[in-house]
């Protein structure tokens, strides 16, 4: 079975600083994994995702985030930080390329940015 | 840009009611999923539906639940009796292809 584990309950950064959000995976599959932001009463939307192409992922609003298959990770980071990251980030990772896999969510990280 | 909308935004609800989310996917996707999050919970999958059918479901997703195409637009989550721990935010997915779900905006239920 597949699962993430989000290192960091919560992250707080000051304005204009790299943001690094953390997560590891366990999949007994080569798995698809991605990153989902959700901001405050709005839905889940979709930054970035890995798919067993490129090892670095680039996504929306600047974010990427490194496949690493040697230490199972897959770190979400922003080499500058904006008041409107702030937001929760889930890691998630789903099944093998076949079939209609679910995802499964980590518990989040919520992100605060310093004025 | 398209994008999933789910209806109600805010749904409250006696316990032991029946309940109906209804969700509109993106019109050329295939694959459908409820998920729900409860308070200070992390995201958990309910269901997922393929082909006017389901395709896999969790623990959670018991007799309590169903779901439906009824049309060739709509996808709804019915709660035949609603529970106090049936509150949470009820999220609606599509994706065109594995993995990559779009997410509705969600469906607040609190059950009183």
């Known amino acids: 079975a597949q699962s993430v584990t989000q290192l960091d309950s919560h992250v707080s950064v000051s304005e204009g600083t790299p943001v690094l959000l953390r997560c590891n995976y366990s999949?007994?599959?080569?798995?698809?994994l991605f990153w989902y932001v959700q901001h405050p009463n709005k839905g889940l939307q979709l930054l970035l995702k890995?798919?067993?192409?490129?090892?670095l992922v680039k996504g929306i609003n600047g974010f990427e985030a490194e496949f690493k298959k040697s230490e199972t990770s897959f770190h979400l980071t922003k080499p500058s930080a904006h008041m409107s990251d702030a937001a929760e980030y889930f890691c998630?990772?789903?099944?093998?390329?076949?079939?209609?896999?679910?995802?499964?969510f980590g518990t989040g990280t919520r992100l605060t940015i310093i004025p | 840009e398209p994008e999933v909308t789910q209806t109600p935004s805010h749904q409250v609800t006696q316990m032991g009611q029946e309940v109906i989310l209804r969700c509109v996917p993106i019109s050329n996707h295939l694959y459908f999923y409820w998920y729900r999050q409860i308070l200070g919970q992390k995201v958990e999958f309910l269901v997922s539906?393929?082909?006017?059918?389901?395709?896999?479901k969790s623990e959670i997703f018991d007799d309590q639940f169903s779901v439906e195409r009824p049309d060739g637009s709509n996808f709804t989550l019915k709660i035949r009796s609603t529970k106090l721990e049936d509150s949470a935010m009820y999220f609606c997915?599509?994706?065109?292809?594995?993995?990559?779900?779009?997410f509705g905006q969600g469906t607040r239920l609190t059950v009183v």
């Open positions: 998630v990772v789903s099944g093998p390329n076949f079939g209609n896999e679910k995802l499964t």
């Open positions: 890995y798919t067993s192409a490129a090892t």
């Open positions: 999949s007994s599959y080569s798995p698809s």
């Open positions: 539906f393929y082909n006017n059918e389901i395709s896999e």
């Open positions: 997915a599509s994706s065109e292809r594995i993995g990559e779900a779009f």
